[in-house]
């Protein structure tokens, strides 16, 4: 093993560096440079990523590299200390590499923005909080980091702060957060009151030595499933992320799509180990990812808002890489971490340029057609949308295809509905072809709906926005790659991941039924996209039309009802309570205090009577007082 | 030899006088002497005791004189200050009259 594995330790140095830099002397700086200095910050992690990727091949075990400690509390000792292996390389890579490609496309996005050098601060910051998140060796530097990113996605959801519902819209987020992290937190304290140990690695040596299926164990995963459910925006914390793409378009793409909501995706395969041995808490996890990327699917049909498809979309395709670590596969949930950062964040840039060449315009009722007048967007947008969908030899189609299959052998799904749960993502996969080929349709095909004035303003994006599509398009196809179908082809990524990852049993099929299985996905794929060009392309949408004031249709567009579920339950009631202390501190608090103060102030008024400011009479008082004083002294013979 | 109670009803009418002439003075020169009439007053009574415990004492007594002429020392400082003061006050208003110096009050 050589050094420069233990070198990637700077990484988070470096971004942060970067963040302060542009923090403190940005202001004064010419654009682009705060964007490139930002850029060269995440690239010389990118650097240092590749460098540990290169330096882990030959060795199955990671690195430690404890920088110091930062608390002793009995037999508590927290050091702040790395782990850098195999798994939180990969996370670094992706953190990294599609982190710079962001980077880059908004130097061109952000471009003539009042906010420039902080938007370039606080994504530095965000990037140095992601990888203390992945690269962290205990749980309590982990939720550092955790909270870092939670951090920075309220900042950048709230970028345009001078828009009220942005800002409102960040504060969401970062309540909803919160819910979750108080699981996360329960689950340290329960780990180390079971373990007496936060550091990650200990607790996984440890739990296989548990009681198999303990209550202790599993409720412990079930609170770090609350701490993934809120930051990777699963049932039932999902309904901030919607409304987090009030933020910049690339900090979508890069916070709510790519990285931080995939974050609760690797807390659950870090701590696989107890999962291993808890196989209630990692059933539930995996419903909980199946049902959320059903009902997200589900909820992305009724959306108009171009980017709050993709957002429904992402909630979605986290629900199936939830669904795969739940299962016990955690390579194939990572490798679906993978692909989707590229192909997700290729989705979001390329609504971005969108966006952008319309000026600001997100309805995607009044889009239609650009793919003619934006020929590079429409093409890196159309691959996106294929390798999504899963069209076969893109890679989303592996990795896709890999979870499905992991759902129906793990062992830990035995008993646990394991079939019911491949058939939901089965369906949900169907509609998943259909929702994104009617947010292509919509976008890019068809007759145009633009208005006269944005039909005039409209333009390709320059080239440093459009280079990182193609570069994000070309890692849409490829990476796929990496995963094949491990069953008839060499599958690097497995083969990558197996020795930072807890084993679980799966069963083996016959390669027959694997090609069965995946004959099986490619139909539903087939006809989700047919469906889908049916209705927009052959009948021009008229069954949407028809369908539009229905109850599904309605359930659609309000997803299920989620947010106005949590208005009546929380806001109201909250509303309410607010509403009384109020009452109380206005009509007992203010009152009592006025009527103290009044008192105060009447005893001050008879006192300053006697502040007559006449010399003499204070001479007078002077003169009385020692003759007391004299009278007493004689009469009681103090003096004596 | 004089017996000291007639210091001390000497010093008890200075200081009756003094006192008088404080707190029915309007010119704050008046308050001023009537001050130091009671100072003196004291001092007056002071000596006499201290006369008093060293003829009848076997040593002397000097420690009443001592103090006596550290009030005298400290009165002749106040002295300064508060002429001083007052020569200010005379220069701001053209008036001494205590009864109108009483801004400080609310």
Known sequence: MSAVVHWAALAPLLALVGSIVNAFFGRSMKEPLPGIIASVAVAAGFVLAVLAFIGLQG???????????????GTLHLDAGFMIDRLSVTMMLIITGVGLLIHIYSIGYMHGDDGNSRYFAELNLFVAAMLVLVMADSFPLMFIGWEGVGVCSYLLIGFWYRDRANPDAGRKAFIVNRVGDVGFLLAMFL??????????????????????????????????????????????????????????????????AATMVTAGVYLIARVGAVYAMAPAAAS????????????????AFGQTDIKKILAYSTISQVGYMIAAVGVGAYWVGIFHVLTHAFFKALLFLSAGSVIHALGG????????????????????????????????????FFSKDAILSSTLTSSLMAGNGGNALYIL???????????????????????????????????????????????????????????????AFP???????????????????????????????????????????WVYEVRKGAPVAAFKDSNLASASRGALGFDALYRILFL?????????????????????????????????????????????????AMLLGVLALIAVAALTGVLK | MVPTPYYIALSALLMTIGSVGVLTRRSAIMVFLSVELMLNAANLAIVAFARQWSVSGAQTALSGQAAVFIILAIAAAEVAVGLGILVTIFRNRVSTDVDELSEVRL
């Open chain 1, 284 to 299: 539930t996890v995996a419903w909980v990812g199946g049902l959320t990327a059903f009902v997200a699917a589900f909820a």
């Open chain 1, 491 to 533: 599958n690097f990524i497995q083969r990558w991941l197996e020795p930072a990852t807890t084993a679980v049993d799966f069963n083996h099929l016959a390669a027959s039924t694997d090609w069965l299985l995946i004959g099986l996905s490619v139909l539903v794929v087939a006809i989700g996209l047919g469906v889908g060009w």
């Open chain 1, 191 to 256: 780990t180390f009151k079971t373990f007496g140990t936060l550091n990650i690695a200990a607790v996984n040596a440890a739990a296989p030595g548990m009681l198999y299926g303990s209550a202790v164990l599993t409720v412990i995963g079930l609170f770090y499933l609350l701490g993934a459910a809120g930051k990777s925006a699963q049932l039932p914390l999902q309904v901030w992320l919607p409304d987090a793409m009030a933020g910049p378009t690339p900090v979508s793409a890069l916070i709510h």
């Open chain 1, 361 to 396: 315009e997100q309805d995607v009722r009044k889009m239609g057609g650009l793919g003619r007048k934006m020929k590079l967007t429409g093409t890196t947008a159309l691959i996106a949308t294929l390798a999504i969908s899963g069209v076969p030899f893109l890679s989303g």
């Open chain 1, 425 to 487: 993502l089965l369906i949900t996969a169907g509609m998943t072809a259909a929702y994104m080929f009617r947010w292509y349709h919509r976008v890019f095909a068809g007759e145009s709906r633009l208005d006269a004035h944005a039909a005039a303003h409209l333009h390709e994006s320059p080239r440093s926005m459009t280079w990182p599509l193609a570069i994000l398009a070309l890692g849409s196809v490829v990476v796929g790659y990496l995963g094949l179908p491990e069953f």
């Open chain 1, 572 to 620: 109201a009631s909250g509303e309410g309570v607010a509403e009384g202390i109020a009452t109380l501190d206005r009509e007992v608090v203010d009152r009592g205090l006025a009527a103290g103060g009044a008192g105060v102030g009447l005893l001050g008024r008879l006192a300053t009577a006697i502040q007559s400011g006449f010399v003499r009479a204070y001479a007078l």
């Open chain 1, 59 to 73: 060795s199955d075990h990671g690195v430690q590299v404890t920088l110091w400690r930062y608390l002793t509390a």
